[in-house]
Protein backbone atom coordinates (compact mmCIF):
# COMPACT_ATOMS: atom_id res chain seq x y z
CA UNK A 1 0.00 0.00 0.00
CA UNK A 2 1.23 3.67 -0.97
CA UNK A 3 0.69 6.29 0.75
CA UNK A 4 0.80 10.13 -0.53
CA UNK A 5 1.19 13.13 0.69
CA UNK A 6 0.89 16.48 -0.76
CA UNK A 7 2.31 19.92 0.55
CA UNK A 8 2.91 23.34 -1.00
CA UNK A 9 -0.45 24.70 -1.25
CA UNK A 10 -1.66 27.98 0.27
CA UNK A 11 -3.06 31.34 -0.64
CA UNK A 12 -1.34 33.50 -3.54
CA UNK A 13 -2.25 36.66 -5.11
CA UNK A 14 -3.35 36.40 -8.86
CA UNK A 15 -0.35 36.82 -10.96
CA UNK A 16 2.06 34.76 -8.36
CA UNK A 17 3.16 31.16 -8.13
CA UNK A 18 3.21 27.91 -5.95
CA UNK A 19 5.19 24.90 -5.66
CA UNK A 20 3.31 21.71 -4.70
CA UNK A 21 5.04 18.54 -3.99
CA UNK A 22 3.86 14.94 -3.25
CA UNK A 23 6.02 12.84 -1.15
CA UNK A 24 5.55 9.24 -2.25
CA UNK A 25 5.94 6.49 0.13
CA UNK A 26 7.84 3.13 -0.95
CA UNK A 27 9.72 5.33 -3.42
CA UNK A 28 6.43 5.00 -6.03
CA UNK A 29 7.69 8.01 -7.56
CA UNK A 30 10.82 6.25 -8.17
CA UNK A 31 9.25 2.99 -9.60
CA UNK A 32 10.31 3.35 -13.68
CA UNK A 33 7.66 3.55 -16.32
CA UNK A 34 4.48 3.64 -13.38
CA UNK A 35 2.12 3.75 -15.84
CA UNK A 36 0.33 7.28 -14.64
CA UNK A 37 1.30 9.62 -11.89
CA UNK A 38 0.19 13.05 -11.76
CA UNK A 39 -2.09 16.06 -10.33
CA UNK A 40 -6.01 17.04 -10.58
CA UNK A 41 -8.07 19.16 -8.85
CA UNK A 42 -11.59 19.83 -7.54
CA UNK A 43 -13.12 22.95 -7.37
CA UNK A 44 -16.27 23.61 -5.22
CA UNK A 45 -19.40 22.05 -6.60
CA UNK A 46 -16.98 20.99 -9.42
CA UNK A 47 -16.17 17.40 -10.62
CA UNK A 48 -12.14 16.19 -9.72
CA UNK A 49 -10.33 17.33 -13.24
CA UNK A 50 -6.71 16.41 -14.54
CA UNK A 51 -4.06 19.03 -14.30
CA UNK A 52 -0.62 17.25 -15.32
CA UNK A 53 0.18 13.99 -15.60
CA UNK A 54 3.25 11.61 -16.51
CA UNK A 55 1.83 8.55 -18.49
CA UNK A 56 4.08 5.30 -18.46
CA UNK A 57 7.29 7.56 -17.01
CA UNK A 58 7.58 9.55 -20.16
CA UNK A 59 5.16 11.37 -22.05
CA UNK A 60 3.40 14.06 -20.49
CA UNK A 61 -0.30 15.48 -20.64
CA UNK A 62 -1.65 19.21 -19.07
CA UNK A 63 -5.06 20.34 -19.10
CA UNK A 64 -5.50 22.92 -22.19
CA UNK A 65 -6.16 25.78 -19.21
CA UNK A 66 -2.68 25.18 -16.92
CA UNK A 67 -0.46 24.80 -20.35
CA UNK A 68 1.94 27.07 -20.31
CA UNK A 69 1.83 28.09 -17.00
CA UNK A 70 2.20 24.91 -14.91
CA UNK A 71 5.18 22.45 -15.28
CA UNK A 72 4.75 18.70 -13.41
CA UNK A 73 8.05 17.06 -12.49
CA UNK A 74 9.86 14.34 -10.53
CA UNK A 75 12.71 13.34 -8.16
CA UNK A 76 13.71 10.21 -8.65
CA UNK A 77 15.75 10.38 -5.66
CA UNK A 78 13.54 11.93 -3.48
CA UNK A 79 10.49 10.24 -4.98
CA UNK A 80 8.81 13.38 -4.83
CA UNK A 81 6.29 14.77 -7.68
CA UNK A 82 6.38 18.79 -8.04
CA UNK A 83 3.70 20.74 -10.02
CA UNK A 84 5.06 24.28 -10.08
CA UNK A 85 2.65 26.34 -10.87
CA UNK A 86 2.86 29.94 -12.17
CA UNK A 87 0.75 33.12 -13.25
CA UNK A 88 -2.07 31.46 -11.11
CA UNK A 89 -5.52 33.29 -11.31
CA UNK A 90 -8.19 32.70 -9.47
CA UNK A 91 -10.00 29.69 -11.35
CA UNK A 92 -7.07 27.60 -10.71
CA UNK A 93 -8.50 28.12 -6.58
CA UNK A 94 -9.20 24.33 -5.68
CA UNK A 95 -8.23 21.20 -3.96
CA UNK A 96 -4.77 20.00 -5.76
CA UNK A 97 -4.66 16.26 -5.29
CA UNK A 98 -1.49 14.18 -6.10
CA UNK A 99 -2.57 10.79 -7.43
CA UNK A 100 -0.78 7.21 -8.97
CA UNK A 101 -1.73 4.44 -10.70
CA UNK A 102 0.06 1.10 -10.35
CA UNK A 103 -0.25 -2.77 -10.59
CA UNK A 104 -4.13 -1.55 -11.47
CA UNK A 105 -4.55 0.52 -8.33
CA UNK A 106 -5.26 4.01 -7.36
CA UNK A 107 -3.50 6.15 -4.76
CA UNK A 108 -4.68 9.69 -4.04
CA UNK A 109 -3.01 11.72 -1.61
CA UNK A 110 -5.77 13.62 1.03
CA UNK A 111 -5.11 17.03 -1.31
CA UNK A 112 -3.61 20.25 -0.63
CA UNK A 113 -5.61 23.65 -0.71
CA UNK A 114 -5.07 26.15 -3.18
CA UNK A 115 -6.64 29.48 -3.25
CA UNK A 116 -5.87 32.37 -5.51
CA UNK A 117 -7.23 36.09 -4.91
CA UNK A 118 -8.37 38.43 -7.54
Known amino acids: QFQLMESGGGLVQAGGSLRLSCAGSGRIFSIPGIPVMGWYRQAPGKERELVAI???????KYADSVKGRFIISTDNVKSTLYLQMNSLKAEDTAVYYC?????????WGQGTQVTVSS
Open 54 to 60: FINGGSI
Open 99 to 107: HAVFLNNNF
